[in-house]
Structure formats: C-alpha cells, structure tokens
C-alpha cells in the first residue's frame, strides 16, 4: 500500500482578512494615483495639442481662402485684419521664396516672446515641472523657436512642405519660456502663406490641470499617510501587548499571565495573539506538570530509601547473621527497586521531548507486534500465561510513527496484562484497521480493572496490583508512559471490562491510519 500524505491545511491568515492586502493597497494606493495622473495630464495635453494644431491648421486654410479670393491691391489689409483676430503673424512668400507681406510690418507685433530671466522665479519652477514631466512621459524633444537670419521660405521647413505636396503642413516649436509656438503653412496659387502664432493659454491651461492634479495628490499622500499611521497602529499596538505579556511569562513572577487573544482579529496579528496565549498556556501547563512530577518522584523515592536507610541502620547494631542476611535481602530489594524506579522516571521524562523531535514514518503494527509477542515467548520471565496474537493482513496497519516508540507502548500493555493474567491464563493480542485508524487490542483474563480507576491507573506511580505480586515489582510509570506516546502519536488508550468472557480487561489503542491510496 503506497502512503499519500495529508495535504498541508491552509493557513488561517491567507483570506480576506489578511494584512498583507491591506498594506499594499496603502502602499500602492499614491503610487497608482500618481501614475494615473501622469497618465491623464499626458493625454490631456496630447489632445489639447491636438486641438490647438487643428485651430492653427483652420486659420491658415481660412487666411489662404480669403487671401485667394481678394485682390491684389486690398491683401495686405486683410492680411492685417486676420493676424488682428488671431494674434498670430502671417507671412507670404512668392514662388520664388522671398517674402512678400508681413503682418507684423503692417500691424506691429500680435504677441512677444517672454524672456525666462525677467520671470518671476514661479515660472522657473514652472518651467523645470515642465521638464521633469517631458522626461517622465519620455516625451519628443521639440525645436526651440528662432526667427531665420534671412526670412525667406526655405527657411520654414513646414512652408517648403506645403509647396512641394501643395497641402497645409503643421510645424510645433517652444519659445524661450518653453510656451509653444504652432505654424502653419498653406499653399497659394503664386506662393504659401505662413501662420506663426504663440498659444500662452495653452500652457497655462496645462498647468492649471497640474496644479489642481498636483493639490489632488498632496490630499491623497496625507491620506494614505493617515492610513498608514491608523494600520501601523493596529499592528504596532496588540503586538506591544503580546511583548508585554510574554515577557512576564519570561519573568515568571505571576503564575496566571494573561495573554491577549484578540478574538475580534482574523488576520496575522490576531493568529500570532492566539498562539502565543495557546502556547503560553501550553507551557504554564508543561511547567504545572513537571512540578507535580518532581513532586510525585520525590514522594516515591523516599519509600525505598527510608526502607534502605533502615536496613543500613539495622546492619550496624544486629549480630545474628540470619537477621543481617534478611536485611542484606531487603536492601538488595531496595537498591533494585530504586534503579528500576529511575529506569523509568528517566524514560518517562524523555518519552515527551523524544516524541516532539522525532520524525515519523510509516510502520506496520503487525510484525512489531508478532516481534513483541516473540520477545516474551522466549523470555518466560514470570508466570505460564499464554500469549495469542492474531497477525493482520500484511501492510493493513500501517500508521505514521516511530517503531521503537509504539513497540515500548504495546510491550507495556502486554506486561501489565501478563502480570494480572491467572496461571495458564490467555493473553490476546489484535490489530486491525478500522475506518480511518487502527485499532490494537490486549486482552487478559484477570480480576479487570475498576469501574473508578479507569482513568486512574494512567497517572503517573499509580498501581494497583494483584495479591501476591512481589512489592515494588512495578513502578506504577507503565501504563503512564504508554499514554503520553499513544497520545504523542494523536491516538487515544482506554480500557474497558471484556464482554466475551466472565471476568478480564481490554486495552485498546486507536491510532489515526494514513489516507489510502
């Protein structure tokens, strides 16, 4: 039978309640809202460029039309009455590229160039926002605007498009002030018409959207700053309770330390609180027992070594070699009494921590037990009690544990039966899978065990035995120890009076079986 093991279960804190989404949206929440901003004030200027360049391309197309249709002699008046309307300077050059009419000759200028150095110093910062945010978007550079040295149409490289393909043509160029300059040049049927305008506004309505984006984004960095303080204040605060607490159990100076568990937490820190407390009380418990384990070992150490101080005592004031020769005996009985008794005080304390280090693997009860059974066979050490094991199907007791464990438990069973088995009794022994466990039986045929001991005989140094037994045979540790490692093993022992026979105990172990194949 091949052994699938259990799936890992799922941690708790890996749901809606979690920290880590919470964190991230704080986290994330400025940056996403910055990178959305970039990307909307991006698009808004690219379709307000877009707007601006179709506004430049219809005043050029309507300026060639009424230049078309007006004559000669009145052109320049319209020329100047156009550039008027549109602040703009228009231009025209003939066929042969030299300029013919100037608005700017006729009206004076329509708009200035500002120079930076006579700004006030907002609109340098202004300016290097503008940079910085060129260079974030990876915008193209644009062409710095300059009036030619000579002003003739090869020198407007949007004009000599216009007519050689005798369609409008656009050009876009910045000012020193970084505020753009559009051109537009339309073909005429003796020359092209040049359209130069400086759009101000253009500027100023992109940096009035990034002013407002920009106090948008310092009410969301305080936001998100506020949250960040409220959420490490719901993780700083429970955990400078949880440190509190542990280091009074630490201290040890309060023997209750209560450790907050806060239930109203579904996340890690609400986890962290309950396992602490868990573990907390796990270790006050651990602490309780070894103290009344101290306690009980003291208690049962001084029996003998009363009885061996006073065979010691009795050895120096008796001379008749027959008394001597029975204390002798007993402190013989004593001395062995007591090294079995540490024999299993010593097992029983390491049986815990052997048991949370060792690494579990699968093990088939049935030829441990048939090698058990074996054991007591040839060693006859007491008694002629007979032993029955009915072997299982080869590989249908499997359990994940550790063979010399579960061995020492089911030999436990097995010498605390023989020892109540009457002479020629039968001891039985079974094992069988029964739904998700497996289950071991061991059965006597002795006086059975008391409706009201039941759950006594398991404590630790708690005996009792049949008449006749020899004293301090047994430590009482057995049935102890054979609990703490079936439980070690997330099994469960109990025992129970036998109802197919007249009179003897059952003891049975049910350890948790391995999922099928």
């Known amino acids: 039978m091949r052994i699938r093991r259990r799936r890992r279960p799922t941690p708790p804190w890996r749901g809606r309640w979690s920290l880590t989404p919470r964190i991230l949206a704080v986290n994330v929440l400025t940056l996403a809202l910055v990178a959305l901003s970039v990307f909307y004030l991006d698009a808004y200027r690219n379709q307000l460029t877009e707007e601006r360049i179709r506004q430049t391309r219809g005043e050029a197309r309507l300026a060639a039309i009424a230049l078309a249709s007006t004559p000669a002699a009145n052109r320049e008046a319209v020329t100047a009455r156009i550039a008027r309307e549109t602040k703009s300077r228009i231009r025209v050059y003939e066929g042969s590229g030299r300029l013919v009419t100037d608005s700017w000759r006729l009206t004076g200028p329509t708009f200035r160039l500002r120079d930076p150095s006579a700004q006030k110093w907002t609109k ?21 605007y300059a009036e030619p040295a000579e002003d003739r149409l090869a020198a407007w490289p949007e004009a000599v498009e216009a007519r050689r393909t005798g369609r409008l043509a656009t050009e876009i160029r ?4 970084l505020t753009p300059v559009l051109s537009a040049a339309a073909p005429l049927l003796d020359g092209v018409l040049l359209l130069n305008a400086n759009d101000r506004n253009f500027t100023r309505t992109v940096r009035e959207q990034r002013r407002a984006l920009g106090l948008a984004m310092i009410f969301v960095t305080i936001l998100s700053l506020l949250l960040s303080l409220f959420l490490a204040r719901t993780i700083v605060r429970p955990l400078r309770r949880l440190a509190i607490a542990a280091h009074r159990v630490r201290q040890g100076r309060s023997r209750e330390v209560k450790v907050p568990r806060l239930p109203s937490r579904g996340d890690e820190i609400g986890m962290l609180a309950r396992a602490v407390s868990d573990m907390s009380q796990s270790l006050r418990q651990r602490i309780d027992n070894i103290e009344a384990f101290a306690a009980d070992v003291t208690h049962e150490l001084k029996n003998p070594l009363a009885s061996l101080r006073s065979a010691v005592e009795g050895l120096g004031r008796v001379d008749d070699p027959e008394l001597r020769a029975k204390l002798l005996d007993i402190a013989g009985q004593d001395v062995r009494r007591l090294d079995r008794l540490i024999g299993d005080v010593s097992e029983a304390a390491r049986t815990d921590a052997e048991l949370a280090r060792a690494k579990f693997e699968p093990v088939d009860v049935g030829p441990l037990i048939e090698q058990i059974v074996g054991s007591w066979e040839t060693r006859r050490e007491r008694g002629d009690a007979r032993l029955a094991f009915a072997r299982p199907r080869a590989a249908s007791t499997i359990v994940m544990g550790d063979a010399g464990r579960l061995a020492r438990a089911i030999d436990n069973l097995i010498d605390n039966a023989i020892s109540f088995s009457p002479p020629g009794g039968l001891v039985e022994i079974a094992a069988a899978r029964v739904g998700d466990s497996i289950r071991i039986r061991v059965e006597d045929e002795g006086p059975g065990v008391p409706h009201e001991a039941r759950e006594a005989i398991f404590n630790r ?10 004293f301090g045979r047994h430590s009482g540790l057995g049935l102890a120890i054979a609990r703490a490692i079936v439980e070690g093993h997330g099994g469960e022992i109990d025992v129970q009076d036998r109802d197919d026979a007249p009179s003897g105990a059952r003891f049975t172990i049910c350890l948790p079986a391995p999922e099928r194949a």
């Open 124 to 144: 340098g910062i202004a300016r290097s926002l503008d940079r910085g945010f060129n260079a974030l978007v990876g915008a193209d550079p644009i062409e710095d």
């Open 461 to 470: 140094f708690h005996s009792i035995r049949p008449d006749g037994e020899q």
């Open 174 to 177: 910045q000012a020193p002030d």
